[in-house]
């Protein structure tokens, strides 16, 4: 089983470039979330999605869109990066709100 | 707002011993807590999920203990092994959220 995928693994942009970060997953699960793990600090969630058509903010949402048009992917996009947005970048996945989390195996990006 | 704490942030035993993990939270609503592993520029892995109606939950040489009127939950990992090297990372599901709230981890180091 393949789980929860992203892509790309690394990434280094540009001040104002512009990036999508890819999440899939194979396990028919209704809920996804992306959040971000800066160094030495817990995972703070940026945005989650019940299900596909419906998404909303966690506590880190500025700077950030996702959209979600399949039950599988969930889709994160940089508009304008920035050097506070240089960070690990986990997507996740469950079942229900209060099953396990599956996690994917992070995206690491750079912005300078 | 829910604060979950990791003490110590770092933990090095020698092989073989038994050990205890310590996650505190703030707020006792909560639907679970979920201990994860994370190696280094890896995701995360779930360990073990107590549900808020439970005590404990185990797994092998891993058992999480769940008090969730005095915030505390414990993880014990039995007869250690270099292997148990990892990141340990505690989240706790809010009620009325949907959202895991962190901890910041405690590292571990099991040394031959």
């Known amino acids: 089983n393949a789980g929860v995928t992203q892509t790309p693994k690394f990434r280094i942009l540009k001040i104002g470039q512009s990036m999508t970060l890819q999440c899939t997953q194979d396990m028919n699960h209704n809920y996804m979330y992306w959040y971000r793990q800066d160094p030495g600090m817990g995972l703070k969630l940026i945005y989650y999605?019940?299900?596909?058509?419906?998404?909303d903010k966690g506590e880190v949402p500025n700077g950030y869109n996702v959209s979600r048009s399949t039950t599988e992917d969930f889709p994160l996009r940089l508009e304008l990066a920035a050097p506070s947005q240089t960070s690990v970048y986990f997507c996740?996945?469950?079942?229900?709100?209060?099953?396990?989390?599956?996690f994917g195996q992070g995206t690491r990006l750079t912005v300078v | 707002k829910q604060e979950v704490t990791q003490i110590p942030a770092a933990l090095s035993v020698p092989e073989g011993e038994n050990l205890v993990l310590n996650c505190s939270f703030t707020?006792?609503?909560?639907?679970?807590l979920q201990w994860f592993r994370q190696d280094p520029g890896k995701g995360l892995t779930s360990l073990l999920l107590?549900?808020?109606?439970?005590r404990e939950q185990t797994s092998g040489r891993l058992n999480a203990s769940l008090d969730k009127s005095s915030g505390r939950s414990t993880l014990y990992i039995a007869a250690s092994q270099p292997g148990d090297s990892a990141t340990y990372l505690c989240?706790?599901?809010?009620?009325?959220?949907?959202?895991?709230?962190f901890g910041q981890g405690t590292r571990l180091t099991i040394n031959p």
């Open positions: 989240a706790v599901r809010v009620q009325g959220a949907q959202k895991l709230v």
């Open positions: 999605s019940v299900g596909a058509g419906i998404t």
């Open positions: 707020d006792s609503a909560i639907y679970n």
């Open positions: 996740a996945s469950s079942t229900t709100g209060t099953t396990h989390s599956f």
């Open positions: 107590i549900q808020s109606s439970q």
